[in-house]
């Protein structure tokens, strides 16, 4: 289930390439079981947490990642909307 806590991004951002890093680096798009935007955050929970690469993530422009369990929080700014989007896409 994908829901947004929503905020204002700039329309026609490409986002792909970032989206593509970041899903590699949450262990591949079979290891992503669900995801979800919310303002700042890109809330995500894996099936293997083993398989997140914190280092990657963060190569990868986020600011940070907080782990709890199997949830990973990647935090990307205010363009957490447009890659989910573009997530769902590559999913």
Request: proline content about 3%; glycine content about 10%.
């Amino acid at each position: 289930m994908r829901g947004t806590c929503g905020v204002a991004t700039t329309p026609g951002e490409n986002h792909l390439s970032k989206a593509q890093q970041i899903l590699a680096a949450l262990g591949g798009e079979t290891n992503v079981v669900d995801l979800e935007p919310c303002i700042t955050r890109l809330r995500v929970e894996v099936g293997d947490a083993e398989l997140v690469d914190e280092a990657a993530l963060k190569a990868s422009g986020a600011f940070g990642v907080v782990r709890s369990g199997h949830i990973v929080q990647v935090i990307v700014g205010p363009e957490a909307d447009n890659l989910a989007a573009e997530l769902d896409t590559l999913r």
